[in-house]
């Protein structure tokens, strides 16, 4: 394919993502046709199907794109050094902040836990494609710095890992559920702190 075509074929793909993401958040996913998506950018259903096999498809690669970001964003936040909770802790509290800030990233969080039902048997093959990409999601790092933490005498010994990394992740989620929702009239970084302190405060070695 010629650079000039190439080019043209990504920008309209993107275009694509862009508009699929803000119909996926405010119709939902099953309401949302390819039709919706061609009309909101004056093309033919094909010119999309062009570029998408279906809309499962589509919904994978715009999952994708927005993790790629996000990872990015992510490892600019990244501890340099090894990974400790309290690290941790502070880069998922920027992260936080950034989505809050982000439209786009707003709309792809609401996507993702209102829009999308990960329940039906239809969409069984795309979350596990999905979550074959999670070895370097919230969770694992949380993980991986408790245990770092824990080898290094910082956390009492025999902590759960497992149970420390996802009640931080249910907590992320909920609180910036929540402020998204307008339910949560307090600072969001501010809250988010207390409650990591609390968890840190719950393992930390005397």
């Known amino acids: 394919m010629p650079r ?3 080019v043209e074929a990504e920008r309209t793909r993107a275009r694509i993502l862009a508009s699929a993401l803000s119909l ?3 119709k939902g996913f099953d309401r949302t046709t390819f039709t919706d998506i061609a009309s909101r950018l004056k093309m033919t ?7 998408f096999e279906s809309k499962e498809a589509l919904l994978v690669a715009l999952v994708d794109e927005m993790l790629s970001k996000f990872a990015r964003e992510t490892e600019s936040l990244m501890p340099k050094e090894e990974l400790t909770f309290p690290a941790v802790a502070e880069m998922m509290v920027g992260n936080a902040v950034r989505i809050i800030d982000d439209p786009k990233g707003k709309a ?3 996507l993702m836990f209102t829009q999308v039902k990960w329940g039906e048997a239809s969409m069984q093959k795309t979350r596990e494609e999905l979550l074959s990409r999670r070895h370097d999601s919230p969770y694992h790092t949380f993980m991986r710095a408790v245990e770092n933490d824990m080898a290094a005498g910082r956390v009492v010994p025999g902590a759960d890992a497992k149970s420390v990394a996802a009640s931080c992740v249910a907590v992320w989620d909920g609180l910036v559920r929540a402020r998204i929702d307008g339910m949560l009239e307090c600072d969001l970084a501010t809250t988010l702190r207390r409650a990591y302190a609390a968890v840190w405060a ?3 070695a005397e």
């Open 4 to 6: 000039r075509a190439k």
């Open 108 to 110: 792809f969080f609401m």
């Open 45 to 51: 259903k094909g010119a999309v199907y062009w570029h």
């Open 202 to 204: 719950s393992i930390k």
């Open 24 to 26: 996926f958040a405010k």
